[in-house]
């Protein structure tokens, strides 16, 4: 683990909010292999907890959500769309010894049911935080099935990831020395049937999940001004909030996403020297209960005493940002080659 992703990644949970820390392992993915055979090494690891998961899902959600015939759909069209990715899907698949159509299913799935919080800050000194918690259904067995992915290419870190095993797309992710990105979902989108058959063109037109664009993000770009391009303008699915820090400057922002553009870009500044992201829409107003309480406790802890650790402990480590969904927490600083103060 490099200097700048300040690692220590807290698997919290259980019926009430209490932290429970365990070791998180670390995998590399290694992009030169073709990608069928990418993500073999943690998909045996965690394969039991894949396939408890993956029932979990399909036993309280997808059978509701995803009738088979649009199952059979939406498999022909990732395969159409995003060879590439189909393909580490089917590797995937191969590894725990099931249909490469299930592991689709459950990745659209997905995309529809994150809540969480992540949060940016600028110290006094420059330094730019990025924090996050991640919250998520099934959080008791999902906590059991994460891990560090460290994207290589040529023997070298390309980007790092904190993954679910099962999956080949994640919702936090960073590139030491030039940016972090996370990705909450947005609830003021609306997930009604003429929705939902938006969606359903889109994905049959082969446009892309938000999911999908963070990971090109990352995998594409060398800076931050490359990420922010990316990540507002690129044609989406559905809406969703990104959260990007940079290294340097006031380079951190909440890109809230419409499918076309964005639909707000709220910067950090001098003034304004943080921003609170939840599932709401802050830029219209609407901040409620994790929002709320984790602008009080920002102003609480006041600029001056702001770091890393405090703002984790008494920002995110904190009822109801921490909460029984509660999978993981990590702080992650971009900025390489500044003193950590952790
Ligand atoms: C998590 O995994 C451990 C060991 O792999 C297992 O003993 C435990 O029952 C699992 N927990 C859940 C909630 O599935
Ligand atoms: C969601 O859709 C329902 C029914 O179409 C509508 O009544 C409601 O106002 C919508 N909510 C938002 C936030 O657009
Ligand atoms: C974004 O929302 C903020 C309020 O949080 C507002 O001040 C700003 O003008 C908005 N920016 C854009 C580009 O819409
Ligand atoms: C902030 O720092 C001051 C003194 O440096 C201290 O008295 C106060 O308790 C701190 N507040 C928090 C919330 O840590």
């Known amino acids: 683990m490099q200097k700048s992703l300040l690692a220590s990644l807290l698997l919290l949970g259980l019926t009430s909010a209490q932290i429970d820390p365990r070791p998180i392992p670390t995998f590399t993915i290694n992009l030169d292999l073709p990608p069928r055979a990418r993500f073999t090494?943690?998909?045996?690891?965690?394969?039991?907890?894949?396939?408890?998961?993956?029932?979990?899902?399909?036993?309280?959600?997808?059978?509701?959500?995803?009738?088979?015939?649009?199952?059979?759909?939406?498999?022909y069209s990732f395969w159409y769309n995003h060879?590439?990715?189909?393909?580490?899907?089917?590797?995937?698949?191969?590894?725990?010894?099931?249909?490469?159509?299930?592991?689709?299913?459950?990745?659209?799935?997905?995309?529809l049911v994150a809540y969480c919080t992540s949060v940016l800050a600028?110290?006094?000194?420059?330094?730019?935080m990025h924090l996050r918690l991640y919250d998520f259904l099934a959080a008791d067995i999902t906590k059991n099935i994460t891990y560090i992915a460290d994207y290589q290419k040529g023997g070298k870190t390309v980007f790092r990831a904190?993954?679910?095993?099962?999956?080949?797309?994640f919702p936090t992710g960073m590139k030491d020395g030039a940016f972090s990105i996370t990705l909450n979902?947005?609830?003021?989108?609306?997930?009604?049937?003429?929705?939902?058959?938006?969606?359903?063109?889109?994905?049959?037109?082969?446009?892309?999940?938000?999911?999908?664009?963070?990971?090109?993000?990352?995998?594409?770009c060398e800076d931050y001004t490359c990420a922010l391009n990316l990540l507002s303008n690129d044609k989406i699915i559905t809406g969703g909030y990104y959260i990007l820090a940079g290294a340097k400057g006031d380079e951190a922002v909440v890109i809230s996403r419409n499918r076309d553009g964005p639909a707000n870009v709220t910067q950090i500044s001098e003034e304004h020297w943080y921003v609170v992201q939840t599932n709401?829409?802050?830029?219209?107003?609407?901040?409620?209960?994790?929002?709320?309480?984790?602008?009080?406790?920002?102003?609480?802890?006041?600029?001056?005493?702001?770091?890393?650790?405090?703002?984790?402990?008494?920002?995110?480590?904190?009822?109801?940002?921490?909460n029984a969904g509660s999978i993981y927490g990590i702080k992650m600083v971009p900025s390489s080659n500044h003193p950590s103060d952790m």
């Not at 590894?95 to 997905?110: E, Q």
């Not at 904190?162 to 797309?169: A, K, L, P, R, Y």
């Not at 107003?285 to 703002?311: I, P, Y």
């Open 41 to 75: 090494e943690p998909t045996k690891h965690f394969a039991e907890g894949i396939i408890t998961v993956l029932e979990w899902y399909e036993k309280n959600l997808i059978q509701y959500l995803v009738p088979e015939n649009l199952g059979v759909m939406l498999d």
């Open 83 to 111: 060879r590439e990715y189909y393909l580490e899907m089917e590797g995937i698949a191969q590894t725990v010894g099931i249909d490469t159509k299930r592991i689709v299913i459950a990745n659209f799935a997905y995309e």
């Open 122 to 128: 600028k110290q006094k000194d420059g330094l730019i």
């Open 162 to 169: 904190v993954m679910n095993g099962g999956t080949n797309f």
């Open 185 to 220: 979902q947005r609830n003021a989108l609306n997930h009604s049937q003429p929705e939902f058959f938006v969606n359903l063109g889109l994905i049959s037109l082969g446009v892309k999940q938000t999911v999908i664009k963070l990971r090109e993000a990352l995998q594409q």
């Open 280 to 322: 709401d829409d802050h830029f219209a107003g609407v901040c409620r209960e994790r929002c709320t309480a984790a602008r009080a406790n920002f102003e609480k802890l006041g600029r001056d005493n702001l770091s890393v650790q405090k703002a984790f402990e008494q920002i995110l480590m904190v009822e109801p940002n921490l």
